[in-house]
């Protein structure tokens, strides 16, 4: 199941791959998602997950297969490239401007929408400055949508890790993006912190009709939230399906927690 029958799916990934060296990272990954739908991508530790996102970004090159974004080929375009197509991602490991002020982390990211030019910049011009006050209204809109209004004019990086990932999400969504790319957004929060992004991850994906693609170790947040989840072990889809499919998925359960030693003697 796919969640995109009879409507072109805003991502497709076919048979995506990439090899280093003798070493899959990530083999013959397919996944299709719909408008508007939030999916997880799961699975232990090096299980390929955040490879696969450095494929969709154009941070690696597949070395087999092709991705679309809306029906249009990504393969072969560089990270800018495929930004402005309309994928955006937040990392595992935060990446803000930690010595600009909140605000201009948000209004940074909006740089591809500036039309001046040097001259109006530095003169000043009605041009400057009216793109500059719209700019600002836009950034301060999206703060309040990650419950950060009134922050504005803190540094970055003097924020709380829970706030600094809330930023993220908020400089993300400052591209207009078709697609958010989550990395482990919950990592390093407590349950309240949690709970809170969840509703904000819901939000924008309901407001904004923009579709979500989430990597989260939390599994509860994951089993709340995502309509699909795939799930990767050594590089390789092992299952996918609902939240209650993939919790009950023999599979599943063995590339969590392995196998006891009764079911290695009967495999043998």
């Known amino acids: 199941m796919t969640g995109t029958e009879g409507t072109m799916p805003v991502l497709r990934a076919q048979n995506l791959g990439i090899q280093f060296g003798g070493l899959k990272a990530v083999d013959s990954f397919n996944m299709e998602i ?3 739908e939030l ?3 799961i699975g232990p530790n090096g299980a390929g997950k955040t490879t696969v996102f450095n494929l969709i970004t154009g941070v690696y090159k597949p070395t ?3 991705f679309y974004l809306n029906g249009q080929s ?3 375009k560089k990270t800018h490239q495929i930004v402005e197509a309309g994928i955006a991602r937040t990392f595992q490991n935060i ?3 930690k010595k600009m002020s909140v605000i201009d982390n948000v209004k940074a990211a909006m740089g ?3 039309s001046y030019n040097l001259f109006h910049a530095v003169f000043r011009t009605p041009s400057y400055w009216k793109q500059e006050e719209e700019l600002t ?5 999206l703060l309040q949508i990650v419950h950060l209004n009134g922050k504005e004019d803190y540094e970055a990086g003097n924020l709380p890790y829970g706030e600094q990932r809330r930023l993220e999400i908020a400089r993300a969504l400052a591209t207009d993006m078709k697609l958010l790319l989550l990395d482990e957004p919950a990592a390093g929060m407590n349950p309240t912190e949690t709970e809170e992004l969840l509703e904000i991850i819901n ?4 407001e904004f009709k923009i579709s979500v693609l989430l990597i989260e170790h939390d599994m509860s947040l994951v089993m709340k939230i995502c309509e699909r989840i795939s799930v990767l072990d050594f590089g390789t889809t092992i299952a996918a399906g609902t939240p209650e499919e993939i919790a009950n998925h023999p599979k599943v359960i063995e590339a969590y927690l392995g196998k006891d030693d009764e079911e290695v003697e009967e495999d043998a």
């Not at 209204?137 to 809109?141: G, L, P």
């Open 34 to 36: 719909g408008e508007s």
């Open 39 to 41: 999916v997880g991508l």
């Open 64 to 66: 087999e297969g092709s």
């Open 74 to 76: 990504m393969n072969g």
């Open 95 to 97: 990446r803000l401007f």
């Open 112 to 114: 591809a929408k500036l």
């Open 137 to 141: 209204k836009r950034a301060e809109e």
């Open 203 to 206: 939000y924008i994906r309901d």
